[in-house]
């Protein structure tokens, strides 16, 4: 598992940016923990799909991006709404469904939206973000505004006809969208080998004529670094980027799901490249000490359990209110 | 001004491009090659390609877009060739338009109109012949017109273009060459069905294409003696039931005209909703004049007798009246 | 057993990878769980020890039961009971919605008709009810086919109580009692007079030729429309003596007597007789003496009867002095049809003759006022053809 050459050389830490990365991928971590035994609790229902494993790509992608930048993501989006700046509590209550959550406990796991942070989904139709964001794109272009819209998909996406339609549409109008593929090589049970005959995804996109390219998903400087120039370019009217980020789940595609389609050999080989581990091994060999390693996991631990007992304790939407909030009320 | 269906519906665009710069047409061979039915024709030399966008045939995509430029602060009409290529975007248009509003809490609206032709009577068939208005009037989040008159045609555009929730309007293919004269130009309510025509016998209720088969019943009805009123629905999603309601309580008898399948069709919600209201001011059962159970054929013998036609309404009606 | 899914309801244990007395780091896979999708490892989310298990291999348990014990490796040694570390069992926090509160149903105001649903108008046609009497108990007041059925029972009911039903004891006894009481209480007056029929007859005759069979009339028809108009110019024969005053009829509803099979009697109104031709009179009395007959009348054609009036004339009876129904004030008899001698503009001739009585309420009016009554029937029935 060599690192391609085009990933750019892991910047050497610095201080309090690397801090910042070890505790966005710690929260999005223990969060997700803490999901899986709220979920076996039952107190998250429906489905549930954790990104641990993955938590470089959305830590990485949204320190490139700015507060005026929007986020298209998919169902496995806690990780991406954390790192955006949704607060652990209006997530975890919108987890319980409670009125508190960021979408007011009508979407639960798989459609967080917050307007604040330009998050646009928690999209649960595989493929189905793509094309919304295309249009936040050409909102932007044609609005003259330098904004890039970051659109989060999986591998799976890949095979659906919208993948393609709107990677050409993009490209076709020169449009502001930041294509950012996280390769976990699974679309849930389906192999990548097994759903692609050209597996190669960058590639694909490449011939879509914009730049593509693939990053190690499980380097948050990596990610990071691919990002910001991805933006960058994008920002100054060069029209859409790719990037692929090969990554892994550590977890199986959702809470029920007993992983029939993958060795336990190829996960255990994936974690011994867990980020957060990768991470911690870099800032500690740049310096930073295990006191504030510890100090950060116990910030974490305490979010973590505010954020639960901030869910435990919020509302249910009246019963009475259920036909709100399909159309938007008149003046 | 006599004008056609299609010219009030170039003058409704064309209003609406000049009066917001956030208005944009977006579609498949809306721009060069002026529309499939010629509705944009000339928009784009007028208005330019920024804003006369022609698409690649990727309608799950543009629609999306569509979608996404209404999130991002546009006011973008989305013109889908037809109906039948509409179900390409539906996973857009039910899974996002429709539930983006619901499903964020409330956080976001979608202010995107979605214009499609829609029907049959030209011999297209099978797959160019769908009228499925009433599928997409069955899905909450989104409202659904279909502008029968010239009237409409002109002034439905520009309030569902100010509405701040997704707007679909059908526009009846055999209506493009409709000519009469047109006397208001300015923008028309598209949550009120209209009484066409006054009547004390029996209610007809109807939209689109079949308003004029309607109205060409009823003059033959009227030669007998019968005297129907005849409602336009113009909105499907919300339905005007106050409209429906106070007419079948002054004739105390219905029938609906609608060129889906009979079978969970609009005209089943209809007819539902009267028995549901109005039970005790029915003289008669409700009759409903839909499309015959069978995939649009291509001859001309057999479409035509597979669609309502103005006699088969004004049959429905006599039977309605044999019955009470 | 967690729930993994939502549609896991239970799971099958396999294997426990742990013993007790194992201390337990938060993450580790204790068991393994069979469930419909395969085997899913299970992980504890705390430190500590495992202290007991509780579910043995092969056991199929429901989510939300408790397959082990495990201590929290903080407490001492002290052989106290565990603390459960069994997840929550299957919440059943979520308030459910019962009612959805739906749009509430828009208010439409009633036509202003009447609330019947179709089958309880065929019903009540059957059974001879009238809707406008019927007690709705269906959705805001409709009547319903079963409160139909209701009416009509105690319509029947009704009936017997007037001395009306098809004939029994009942009947007898209730007759007397009410006759005997109109004799006591009304200080009747007697009044008669002869009228020529020949011009009602040769209009009737006239009439019937040009009528289908179905159509055609009965003397009773012009009869009845002549007593109804002369009414109109004497209101105080027509309606009812209640508690020492009289009260006009709101509408001249003239009872008619009929003679029941197997003995009884019944007077059934025909409404407002006055405003109606005399073909519907004709249908009208029809209908009333076969229902009357098939015991089938309505409560409100028994009561509302502001006048009665008697045809004796088929038993051959002259002139018959009935006793009045009360609480009404007049009782008009027509005798049968006789040829007799008659004088016509100073020459004698046969002419059929009908003697028509009044039995009048004293109370209500004096012989002047029932003269002048018979005279205009007589005036009347001169000119049939305008009745």
Redesign the interface.
Known sequence: MTLPVTTPPSSPARGEHDRTLLREMLRIRRFEEKCAELYSAGKIRGFLHLYIGEEAVAVGAMQALTPDDAVVATYREHGHALARGISANALMAEMYGKQEGCSHGRGGSMHVFDAATRFYGGNAIVGGGLPVAVGLALADKLQQRPRVTACFFGDGAVAEGEFHESLNLAALWKLPVLFLCENNLYAMGTRLDRAQAETDISAKARAYRMPAEWTDGMDVAAVEAAVRQAAESIRKGNGPAFIECRTYRFRAHSMFDPELYRDKAEVELWKKRDPIAAHIARIKAAGVSDDEIAATERDVSDEIARCVAFAESAGWEPVENLLTDVYTPRP | MKTTYREALRSALREALAKDPRV?LMGEDVGRYGGTYAVSKGLLAEFGP?RI?D??L?E???????????????R?IVEVMTVNFSLLAL??IV??AAT??????????IPLVIRMATGAGRQLAAQHAHSLEGWYAHI??I?VVTPATLEDARGMLWTALED??PVLIFEHQTLYNMEGTLDGEGPVDIDRAAIRRPGKDVTVITYGANLWKTLEAAEMLAREGIDIEVIDLRTLRPLD??TI??SV?KTRRAAVVDEGWKSGSLSAEIAARIV??????LDAPIARVCTAEVPIPYPKHLEDAALPQPHSIATAVRQVLARA | MPSLGADMEAGTLVQWLKRPGDALKRGDIIAVVDTQKGAIEIEVFEDGVLEKVVIQPGEKVPVGTVLALIRDSEIAAAPAPAVARAPAVSPAVVPVPTVVPGPAATPFPAAGRLRASPAARKRAEGLGVDLARVTGTGPEGAITSADVERAAKSVTATLREAGAPPARAGMRTAIAAAMSRAKREIPHYYLATSIDMFAAQRWLRAENEKRPVADRLLMIAPLLKAVATALRELPELNGHWIDGAFHPGAGVHIGCAIALRGGGLVAPAVHDADRKDVSTLMREVSDLVARARAGSLRSSELTDATITITNLGDQGVDAGFGIIYPPQVALVGFGRVQERPWVVAGTIEVRPVMTVTLSADHRASDGHRGGIFLSAIDRLLQKPEEL
């Open positions: 944009f920024e966008r698409t690649p990727s799950s995509t543009f629609v999306g877009a569509g979608i996404g430029a209404a999130l991002g602060g546009m973008p996973d857009q899974n996002n983006i509003r619901h499903m964020s809490g409330g956080q976001f609206s909450p989040g409202r701040p929730d039931m106050t309601i106070g309580q549901e209201t109005a039970f005790y001011d």
